[in-house]
């Protein structure tokens, strides 16, 4: 469903009303609303993290220093595709850097950036999805692939680019 | 709803009457490991043949009041033996099907009816060369004892109903017969340790928070599971939440709290959709909520997603995040025991400790110090994986060796390669090498050997793997995740992290060795909190007991196990050179030079090791040494 810029606002203030009144306006709220923001953009915008603040009266610093202490959030906007290269112990004594090596390369990624110029990809690194049996794990999007291996990442690749977009659901 | 003990009883006898009388089940394997190799698929398509045959029977079916035949199929959450994935178990036969895939189905439902076995299904033991038909009889299962994981991979987590015709919330009735006070000294009888990793009694932290006055307690489950290479409480949670739901409803009567949190990982959806949805059962059926069962006893669970930092299982961070700040650690005392999450007395405990639980109070603390080792009583779930060769999910009492951890169950080294080291309990542990593996796995054998029995990761590593990498590899963990909070651990680990990052790019010295020993000491004596008091331990131990690698590093340049990039030297195989100049046009520092159809040759002082050369050439005449 295609939804405007300005209707997305809307809902994503709404919901974080929700959440403060169903938690109380208090401190403990406010990673689940941080949550709920990466969640319905992939990252944190400016503009809703002072919404945030004023929403909980806490100094936008004290928002800034949550949103930058832990990994889940991100103040830069993600690609279309987020692709987790798990770099746990398991998935790294079976391999896991050549696979996020070619991933980098099939996806045109350099000088250690994480997202590519045109917004499709995001390549980022993580320590375990609990699915080191599986090991190498790469997830996308969520989705998770096991065994992968430097060829195998081509062909997922591939069908992505060919898949069109799912990533906007 | 129920309203009474005897309510309770009645629903329970009740389902273990409809589930015994509809035992033609396929068990399909939806853990993490075999959803990560087709599992849905193959359980849609098991599914759909039922279906077409006018066999169907769900879940649901076998508990509603109607008479009805035909076979359930269920997604179960793991049954451990991840390596031979997708996995279907049939019942009540117990055959165990590995690496199934969606052209099975047919098959497998017609050896459900015909109870011959589809013997290309079974598994194979490829030392021994036989095929083993019952789950059971499998030596990766035989030698287990499944406590806390009993249920998982036999019942549909999803439907309580399930749980309660195993004996579900058995234990928690047995509780609620005891005053507050009994239950927890039956938990302290059963010297019950922490399976977080600190080991610490789980009845003792419970009589400190009972006997402190407050007008409100909490208690917090762990389940952050940092651990990279860790998926126990993963599995619990997905596979069998209500036992975890059991344990906090006995632990919250126990210590008088009355509001419960679970800290969940940000990266196991699942589990808390699981989670959430056995919430809801448990409220609707009224075992949570306000006066539960009639006992004028009152509990309420709430999940917290967390966020992406490991020092957040540290108890103390872990309240920081719940109350919304950042995951910072503080200094103890106060222990949370006494004033923890909103400065109330709260019990935190480890997802797995809290599954022990419910089988303590059904049992006895008699019977549970009957099983694993006199000061570790009890089991301890291990996820086995790196190169070993049955990757996956055991339990196994405490005491058991390592080698018939590695060896027995997990079916040795990966394609017959060299043992060499494992890494147990993370990154916060450390190495075990071939002269422990007659060390029994308990919590005091393995501190004794400078390691730890951790949360139960356990990782398998072979003659191939370069040990200083793998330091590398865990400081470069330790050094991302410390909260910044004190120095020692906040710069400590950033030298640390620089200096194995020199060895492993080929410019390191022996005095580097000592630096790495010095500064790890003193992050050891300086850290505030457990993740940088153990930061060190990886790499301690390893030059502890491979000395001689690192010695190769710097004193040879060499890795000996050719894995450190830095470290490797490409040469030219002149008699398979044609001399076609490609790898020298590759070269991005002219290293390599030579005349037309004739061998070239790699300058090495030039040389910066980046394999253009050996990509490029058509005759596989650059090799790479170590
Ligand atoms: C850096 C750090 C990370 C930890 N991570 C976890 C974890 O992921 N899960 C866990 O149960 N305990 C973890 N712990 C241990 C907890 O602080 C605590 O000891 C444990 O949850 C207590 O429960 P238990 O007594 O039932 O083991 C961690 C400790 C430290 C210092
Ligand atoms: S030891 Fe490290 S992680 Fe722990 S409080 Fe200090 S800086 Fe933070
Ligand atoms: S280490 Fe990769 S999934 Fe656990």
Redesign the pocket.
Known sequence: MLQTTANRQLDILQRLDNLVQRYGKHSSTLIPMLQEIQNAYRYLPEDLLTHVATALDLSPATVYGVATFYAQFSLEPKGKYVIQVCDGTACHVRGSMPVYEAICKKVRLVDGKATTEDGMFTVETVSCVGACAAAPVVTINGEVYGKVTPDAIHVILDTLESRGDTADA | MLNTLEDLQQLSKRCELHRNRHQSRIAVCAGGGCSASGAQQVYESIRAELERRDLLNTVDQTFSEDACSGITPLGTGCQGFCEKGPLVRLEPSGTLYTEVSTDDAEAIVDSLLSGTPVSRLLYLDPTEKRSYEKEASIPFYKLQSRITLRNCGSIAPDDIREYLAKGGYQGWANALERTPDRVVQEVLDSNLR???????P?GK?WSIAAGTDAEQKYLIC??????PGAFM?RSLMEGDPHRLLEGMLIAGYGIGATVGYIYVRAEYPLAVDRLRHAIEEAESLGLLGTDILGSGFSFSLRIKEGAGA??C???SA?IASIEGRRGMPKPKPPFPAVSGLFNMPTV????E??ANIPDILQHGSAWFRSLGSSASPGTKTFALSGDVENTGLVEIPMGTTLRELVYAIGGGVRSNADFKAVQIGGP?GGCLTAEHLDLPLDFDSLQSAGAMIG?GGLVVMDEATCIVEVARFFMNFTQLESCGKCVPCREGTRRMLEILQKIVEGRGTTEDLDHLEEIGSAVRIGSL???GK?APNPVLSTLQYFRDEYLSHVVDRRCPSGVCKGLRRFVINEPLCKGCSRCAKACPVDAISGTIREPYLIDQDKCIKCGACKDVCNFDAVEEVA
Not at chain 2, 222 to 227: K, Q, R, V
């Open positions: 922490g399976r977080g990793g600190g080991g610490f789980a932290k762990n389940a952050d599971e940092g651990d409480d490991f020092v299982g540290e108890e872990l935190i405990n480890n997802v400790t809290l916060s949360s909190c457990g993740l153990t």
